[in-house]
Structures are given as structure tokens and as C-alpha cells.
């Protein structure tokens, strides 16, 4: 059973290009807020970020280290929501950028490697082919179900990341 922290919807923010579900949840163990967002592209596939909730406003809340010592359980926790994501779109697709830290290149990064062996552990090979453009710390789990439907997903997810990250090609 995957360990998490309790977490809760938020809202659907339409204000941008893309949708976005946010959602926030709160370390019991350092008593910090954090704050995840899923954006919702075309085809199910959704993009998952998140930050500190007290680095929001910082432009590098994506690329620094908090320093609290307790990613396995964050990462678990968005893991969580993904999981929860597929109970209502059982042929979700997902994917995520592992930022760089800053003066850290861009080529499969530290985080890169974390979500990797994390999402290996959560995702089966059988519902799910594991994308990587490591020379970016690009990581998609594609549904097989939804590739078998559309043999297209793959390159549509790449356009998805090109077109949506800053620097991605």
C-alpha cells in the first residue's frame, strides 16, 4: 500500500492556456503546505508539478531543494492523486519534467532519476509504457490502453511537453 499524506482537491483553475487541477496537502512531519498542480492537455494526459507552498511566489519554486528531508512521501502523495486520477480516467496518461536544481544541467537530473525508480515501483510495464527524453528529465507513463486506441499519443505527448515547458527543445 502506498504511504501518503491526506490531500485535497482544490479547484479546477481555467484562467490559463491549459486547465489545471490543484490541489494541496500538508506535511505532518515539518508541518509545511504544499501545493500540486495537474494540468489536463488533450488525449487524458496530465502534467503533475508541485512546490512548496511558501516558495509560490519564488520564479525557482520548481528547481530548488527545500531542504525538509521527506521527498519520498511527497512524491508518494502525488503519486497518490495520479493513482486517484485513474479511477475516474481509467486511460490517463502522465508525465513530468524533473527539474533541474539550479547549476544543474538539464540531462536526466537528480529528480529525473528519483520519479523514475518511484514510478517503475507504482506503474506496471503491462498498463503502462514508460517514456523518457532524458536529455530533457522528460517522463511519461502512457497508458497502453489509450496508445493501442491512438498510435499517435506518443508524439502528441512530446509535442505536449514542447510546447508547454520552457527550453524543452
Request: proline fraction near 5%.
Amino acid at each position: 500500500m502506498l504511504q501518503h499524506y491526506p490531500y485535497t482537491f482544490l479547484m479546477r483553475d481555467i484562467s490559463g492556456d491549459v486547465p489545471v487541477l490543484v490541489y494541496h496537502f500538508r506535511s505532518p512531519k515539518t508541518r509545511q503546505w504544499y501545493i500540486v498542480r495537474v494540468e489536463e492537455y488533450p488525449s487524458d494526459f496530465y502534467g503533475i508539478k508541485f512546490y512548496l507552498k511558501a516558495d509560490r511566489l519564488n520564479p525557482n519554486k520548481f528547481n530548488r531543494l527545500t531542504g525538509l528531508n521527506e521527498p519520498r512521501s511527497i512524491i508518494n502523495t502525488c503519486i497518490a492523486i495520479l493513482m486517484d486520477l485513474t479511477d475516474t480516467c481509467p486511460e490517463a496518461s502522465f508525465g513530468f519534467i524533473g527539474s533541474n536544481i539550479i547549476g544543474e544541467d538539464e540531462y536526466e537530473t537528480k529528480r529525473f532519476r528519483v520519479y523514475r525508480r518511484m514510478l517503475t515501483t507504482y506503474f506496471s510495464e503491462e498498463q503502462y509504457l514508460h517514456y523518457q527524453i532524458v536529455e530533457k528529465s522528460a517522463y511519461a507513463l502512457v497508458s497502453r490502453k489509450a496508445l493501442s486506441a491512438n498510435p499517435d499519443l506518443i508524439k502528441n505527448i512530446s509535442t505536449y511537453f514542447s510546447d508547454n515547458y520552457t527550453n524543452f527543445e
